[in-house]
């Protein structure tokens, strides 16, 4: 394709892509989900599973492959900045109110689905098709272990903002403890791509490198940053000159995390987190949270749904598979966070309704998978089957907490905004 060509497909492939996007998500609120896990799934139809499957030639034509570079760049982007805002809103204090339950749920939520993933992995790395032949049983281990432990903390943190959590003592306790289970899981998955196929080397500039990062940004970073926050509330607004620094600073974060072998997501969150707060993380937000939610998000679900095959797991032993990577991640993740939350005096109520959202995969899953499929950890087969995970267990989340939680709230008139 000429550069005019490519031009014309983009756009009409987003205008796909954003009408999906808001018929199926407008689709899903009425079901009581979040608009954005009607975004995750309009992505897996519009993928093969679907749209290929009922409009093979129109589908192959408007996602050409060669047209797929410009999608799967402007979702990197969507992705990185989606994260950087996370960051922004991520409060640090939540960690400190309620640290010895959420540490307990946390390291509950994250060791035993890590188990049985790594489980599951010296049974899964034998079969064809689904990790990569150059992926070790080690890395292997350590990849599925850790796709299954993460909690998709985005997604947590709008349903808790959209059910009135907020402030609240579950929704406290939920944001800090997904907090540290997708921080643990993160570390793990950046020693996965640093090891593969690398060697020593390769791993060592990562995690020292990350470290490094880490610390820089959140020490010297932070109080360097501090200017633009002094800055935007000197001028009453966050300028044009701020807003374009800001953003020159988080592609610089994005390009060093991805040299040194990590993701550009990991520099993109905490650039976030060392952003100053006030009234110039509530600028940012509004001028770009809209953007990057309504236009660059339903990037990245598309490019995931391009990669999933759900037609891979149509066949007897590949449903068994995923019936039985399902069944751990259920039992690995809500089941255990559920009973470290009672272990810790939560009533069960809380406790049943702090399993439900941990249990949530969505839009971090699809993360860890995009990355392992592009750096050849996992198979198309393996992605397909834990895309469909991500999606079964996200959807799961708003319902259950609504029958375990939501409506005794509601009765008892705990939470005055219930949507």
């Known amino acids: 394709m000429s550069a005019a060509q490519l031009s014309v497909a983009f756009f009409l492939q987003m205008f796909v892509i954003l009408a999906a996007g808001r018929g199926v998500g407008l689709l899903a609120r009425r079901f009581g989900q979040p608009q954005v896990v009607g975004e995750m799934i309009a992505g897996v139809l519009l993928g093969p599973s679907l749209g290929g499957l009922l409009f093979p030639t129109a589908q192959a034509a408007l996602f050409a492959p060669e047209s797929l570079k410009i999608l799967y760049v402007g979702s ?60 070790t049983t080690s890395e292997a281990m350590l990849f599925l272990g850790a796709a299954m432990a993460i909690t998709a903390f985005p997604m947590l943190a709008r349903i808790i903002y959209e059910r009135g959590l907020t402030g609240t003592s579950l929704g406290t306790l939920a944001l800090a403890a ?96 060392a952003m100053p707060r006030g009234l110039f993380a509530k600028e940012l937000q509004r001028q770009l949270e809209p953007f990057a939610v309504v236009f660059l998000l339903p990037m990245f679900f598309t490019y995931s749904g391009l990669n999933t095959r759900l037609d891979m797991v149509s066949n007897l032993p590949m449903l068994a598979i995923a019936g039985v990577v ?23 109520r809380t406790a049943l309704a702090v399993g439900a959202l941990m249990n949530s995969r969505g839009l971090m899953e699809l993360i860890i998978l995009n990355i392992g499929l592009q750096k050849g950890v996992i198979e198309p087969g393996l992605f397909s089957v834990m895309v469909l995970m991500a999606i079964v267990t996200t959807l799961m989340a708003s319902p259950i907490f609504e029958l375990v939680y939501g409506r005794h709230a509601r009765a008892s008139g705990e939470l005055t905004k219930l949507e």
């Not at 922004?88 to 540490?103: H, K, P």
């Not at 633009?228 to 600073?249: D, H, I, S, V």
């Open 76 to 135: 990197q982007l969507g992705v990185g900045l989606y994260m950087f805002l996370i960051g922004v809103e991520f409060q640090t204090d939540l960690l400190r109110s309620r640290a010895r339950s959420a540490i307990a749920v946390s390291i509950s939520g994250m060791v035993m689905p890590f188990v049985l993933g790594a489980a599951l992995a010296i049974w899964l790395v034998k079969i064809p098709g689904l990790f990569s032949a150059k992926a």
């Open 326 to 348: 399902l069944v751990a991640a259920i039992v690995g993740k809500g089941a255990a966070c559920w009973a470290a939350a009672r272990l810790n005096g939560e009533d069960n």
């Open 178 to 273: 997904g907090a540290i289970d997708d921080a643990a899981a993160w570390c793990v998955l950046a020693i996965v791509l640093a090891s593969f196929g690398g060697g020593a080397v390769v791993a060592i500039k990562a995690i020292v490198g990350g470290v490094l990062y880490g610390v820089l940004v959140l020490t010297l970073g932070r109080r360097l940053f501090a200017y633009l926050g002094k800055a935007t509330e000197r001028e009453g607004q966050l300028t044009p000159q701020l807003l374009g620094t800001t953003l020159m600073l988080l592609m610089l974060a994005c390009w060093t995390t991805d040299a040194i072998g990590i993701h550009a997501v990991f520099g993109g969150f905490l650039l976030g987190v």
